[in-house]
Nanobody, 127 residues
Framework: VQLVESGGGSVQAGGSLRLSCAAS????????LGWFRQVPGEEREGVAI???????SYAESVRGRFTLSKDDAKETLVLQMNNLKPWDAATYYC??????????????????????WGEGTLVNVSS
């Protein structure tokens, strides 16, 4: 299983970034996937998750600004981040959870339930 993130960078507050996660080594359509983020010294937190049926749940702090999508054919998970805030700055990680799994709307899992992780991509947001 391999997850490779890309798309991080530096942006001013109010700007946008698009994170991508290229997956390989597992049957992508059957797994749950998500983006998590972490600031040094703090616990890794869930940002957005999606299950095989396409049910998505967002953390309250990003709802309305971030959009999660996946392309099963391309085995790619994308997080579109708009109207970025300084507190969105973090290392963003792509993660996968083995089948079977199901997302409940309004609830984002803790990092500890995820089974596979990418190396992360850094997002900086300046005010």
């Amino acid at each position: 299983v391999q997850l490779v993130e890309s798309g991080g960078g530096s942006v001013q507050a109010g700007g946008s970034l698009r994170l991508s996660c290229a997956a390989s080594g597992f049957y992508f359509p059957a797994w749950c996937l998500g983006w998590f983020r972490q600031v040094p010294g703090e616990e890794r937190e869930g940002v957005a998750i999606i299950d095989p049926a396409g049910t998505i749940s967002y953390a309250e702090s990003v709802r309305g600004r971030f959009t999660l999508s996946k392309d099963d054919a391309k085995e790619t998970l994308v997080l579109q981040m708009n109207n970025l805030k300084p507190w969105d700055a973090a290392t963003y990680y792509c993660a996968a959870r083995e089948p079977t799994c199901k997302v409940s709307p309004g609830h984002v899992w803790g990092y500890y339930v995820m089974d596979r992780w990418g190396e992360g991509t850094l997002v900086n947001v300046s005010s």
